[in-house]
């Protein structure tokens, strides 16, 4: 687990750029809330009541988000449900995909849950190493929200 800032941060730099022709507010929101939905519904849970690891866990996997995001995007209007689906899951997606870089202690990257336990990922970095790059995700995404802004208003 990147934090979630790094998370939410890197959802945005992936984002916004898309949003520059044609806004796509709320769902970026949601895209963002889908890049910290695994870890928000499972990591309090396990840390708090560590013997409920093996049931909150599913939270944290491609099949559990999937059933959670379909259940939650219910409270949506039709209307925009399908856009609401779409984002919230490749929110979880991006965040499936930075988990993948970490080195898993406990196990996290369960791709393939309910079939395996098996722990998939690379493995490249533990997740304290992106803390002190938190100030400079927020400065990129302050950099780019800026550099958009100028760009908006020197546009003819
Ligand atoms: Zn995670």
């Known amino acids: 687990m990147p934090d979630l800032i790094t998370h939410v941060a890197f959802a945005h730099v992936i984002k ?4 520059l022709k ?3 507010t709320p769902f970026r929101a949601l895209l963002y809330l889908g890049t910290i939905l695994p870890d928000v519904l499972s990591r309090p849970f396990y840390i708090l009541f560590p013997n409920t690891y093996d049931r909150i866990v599913f939270f944290h996997t491609p099949v559990g988000m999937l ?3 379909s259940l939650l995007v219910l409270f949506f209007e039709p209307a925009i449900r399908k856009g609401a689906f779409i984002n919230l899951t490749a929110g979880a997606g991006l965040h ?4 993948a870089f970490q ?3 406990s196990g996290n990257n369960y791709w393939l849950f309910p079939l395996t336990y098996t722990n998939f990922g690379y493995g ?3 997740a304290g190493d992106l803390i002190p790059f ?3 995700w927020i400065g990129l ?4 929200e800026v550099g958009i802004y100028i760009g908006a208003k020197n546009r003819p």
């Not at 916004?16 to 949003?19: A, G, I």
């Not at 499936?96 to 988990?99: I, N, S, T, Y």
């Open 16 to 19: 916004r750029p898309f949003d």
């Open 22 to 24: 044609k806004s796509h």
């Open 67 to 69: 059933l959670t995001i």
């Open 96 to 99: 499936f995909l930075l988990d």
């Open 103 to 105: 080195i898993q202690t």
């Open 124 to 126: 490249l970095f533990q």
């Open 134 to 136: 938190i100030p400079l």
């Open 141 to 144: 995404v302050a950099a780019m």
